[in-house]
């Protein structure tokens, strides 16, 4: 039993691959386009909620000294919460017996 005249045989031959020719690509393919001078600006716009989050923001006094606290001990990794103090505020808030 020869394997490799078996494997010679299965093996399907090769596709010709022939490049494009000029004469083949469509005349407007090869014409190079003027670039356009545009001046491009960026917008962002501010929707009605993110408007509104921002003036109850601003009107609820918000605790700048608490929030720089937080932050801080988020980055460095020693903010810690415990799991059922979070979950018993969130069955509370979902009960309505929360604020």
């Not at 393919?29 to 960026?42: C, G, N, R, S, Y």
């Not at 059922?84 to 808030?93: F, M, P, R, T």
Request: aromatic share 2%.
């Amino acid at each position: 039993m020869n394997i490799s005249s078996d494997l010679q045989r299965t093996q399907p031959a090769p596709e010709t691959f022939s490049p494009s020719t000029p004469e083949s690509i469509p005349e407007k393919a090869l014409q190079v386009q003027p670039a356009v001078a545009e001046q491009v600006t960026d917008e962002a716009h501010v929707s009605p909620a993110a408007s509104i989050i921002v003036q109850s923001v601003s009107e609820a006094g918000v605790n700048t000294d608490k929030v720089a606290a937080v932050q801080a001990a988020l980055a460095s990794g020693t903010y810690h919460v415990s799991s059922s103090q979070v979950a018993g505020k969130l069955i509370d808030h979902m009960l309505g017996n929360g604020s």
